[in-house]
Structure formats: structure tokens, C-alpha cells
């Protein structure tokens, strides 16, 4: 399935496509509908740059450097580690790779303070990934999105519930539409879809991307937008004058 919308508080465009699964053991040879929302998501990206964490080693923790060329480091910390599965298998219990053979793997808990963010160096307007075995133990996704501390949007993420999302592939990604929408830091936690429940849930994540203003076609930098704002200030006033002075 494949979706697209934009969020109520922001003017975000949301791409979303999934494919159900249903097994913990064999993952997905092909998921068409997480594939287009990605190429979708792509196709309004200049030079997109993609993190598939091939270049971890199994096992490694974070905080992880992730050096995107062109916009600097990003620094992942928190839960979570890198994990290698050979292609055509999972780990047991639902979760591989889009691509290649590495993964950012999570096993995070309503009743803690779990999950993991990613501090960028520049301003980010687009952000996108891959969510892999998400939403089969009770438990959604949440995206929360930062300038600095200050708090953007919050975004939740994944299908209904249910025992066909074991293995399941999604891809999320979301484009800011104004210079109000970026942001320098994305926070992933768990939503308890049942109030009350001890959810535990075990996500994964590949082929992360990000691009900032000038990539995305259609959206002004901040610099930008002053230039215009100040012209059209201009405009207003020389407006004003004339029909004083007539």
C-alpha cells in the first residue's frame, strides 16, 4: 500500500508505502509499496545521501558518526546497535536489511526512557528511511523532529497493529515545505497503541536519507526568504507612497 499526505499542524509532505509480511524467519523478497513511496520521496531530492550502514561492523553500538558528503556529520545516540544478517534471512525474529546486509537494530519499551535521535550538523528539510518489523508486538513508531531543543512536530508512524507486520518493510519520509519546518535533530521512540500494556518491541532500520533546502526542489532557504520578504516589504511601502503622494 501506498500513501500520501500532509500532517494537520505542518505542511509537511509525508510519503508512505508498506508491505505486510507475517513471518519472523523470511524476510521479504521485494516490498513494491515501500519502494514507491521511497521513489517518490527521491524524485523531489537533488543528490539525496543515503546511510545503509554498510560501513559498521556487526555489533557496533552507538554513538555512531554518520558522515553524509557534502552536509557533515550526524551523530546517532542512544539504544540500538548495527547488525549483520546475510541476505535472504532475518535474525530470528523478523528484521534484516533493505539493503545490503546491515541494519540499525532497536529493542525499545514503553516503560522506559528508550529509543535513539540523530543530531545533524546543518539544518535538515528532508528526512526519510526504511522501518523494518515494525508494529507486530503492540507497539507504533514515533518520529519527533527538533530545531536545537525546541520541538517541531512529532509524527506517528506505521500501520495498525497487527501479527502481519512480523517481517514487515515500510518506507517513511517526510519534506518541509517552509524554512519554519527544519530541523537539526530526529528523536525514534515507541508508542503504546494499548494504555497501560508492558510493550516491548524490537525495530529496524535502513537507507536513511536526508537533504537539506537547497536539494528539495520547490522549498526557499531561510536566506532566501528574508530576500523575498524584504522585497515584498518594499514593494508594500513604495505602494503606500505612491498613492500618498496621488
Do not use: C
Request: proline share 5%; aromatic share 12%.
Amino acid at each position: 500500500m501506498l500513501f500520501f499526505w500532509f500532517t494537520p499542524a505542518h505542511a509537511y509532505r509525508i510519503y508512505f508505502g508498506e508491505d505486510l509480511n507475517g513471518s519472523s524467519t523470511l524476510p521479504l523478497s521485494s516490498f513494491p509499496g515501500a519502494t514507491a513511496a521511497q521513489s517518490s520521496f527521491l524524485a523531489l531530492i537533488n543528490t539525496p545521501t543515503i546511510e545503509d550502514f554498510e560501513g559498521f561492523s556487526d555489533g557496533k553500538s552507538g554513538p555512531l558518526t554518520i558522515t553524509f558528503p557534502d552536509l557533515g556529520d550526524a551523530i546517532l545516540t542512544g539504544d540500538g546497535l548495527v547488525r549483520t544478517i546475510e541476505s535472504g534471512k532475518t535474525n530470528g525474529l523478523g528484521r534484516y536489511a533493505t539493503s545490503g546486509t546491515n541494519y540499525w537494530s532497536v529493542v525499545t519499551s514503553n516503560t522506559k526512557d528508550k529509543g535513539f535521535e540523530i543530531k545533524f550538523d546543518v539544518p535538515i528539510a528532508a528526512f526519510g528511511f526504511h522501518g523494518i518489523d515494525i508494529g507486530d508486538a503492540g507497539g507504533r513508531l514515533a518520529l519527533s523532529l527538533f530545531n536545537g531543543d525546541e520541538p517541531v512536530s512529532t509524527f506517528s508512524i506505521g500501520h495498525t497493529v497487527s501479527n502481519k507486520a512480523n517481517g514487515a518493510v515500510f518506507y517513511y519520509g517526510l519534506i518541509a515545505t517552509t524554512p519554519s519546518e527544519l530541523f537539526t535533530r530526529v528523536s525514534f521512540s515507541l508508542i503504546d497503541t494499548k494504555p497501560g500494556d508492558n510493550v516491548n518491541d524490537g525495530f529496524a532500520f535502513d537507507d536513511m536519507t536526508i537533504a537539506t533546502a537547497h536539494q528539495v526542489r520547490g522549498i526557499p532557504e531561510p536566506a532566501s526568504l528574508s530576500l523575498m520578504l524584504a522585497g515584498w516589504g518594499g514593494l508594500l511601502w513604495r505602494r503606500h507612497k505612491n498613492r500618498i503622494e496621488s
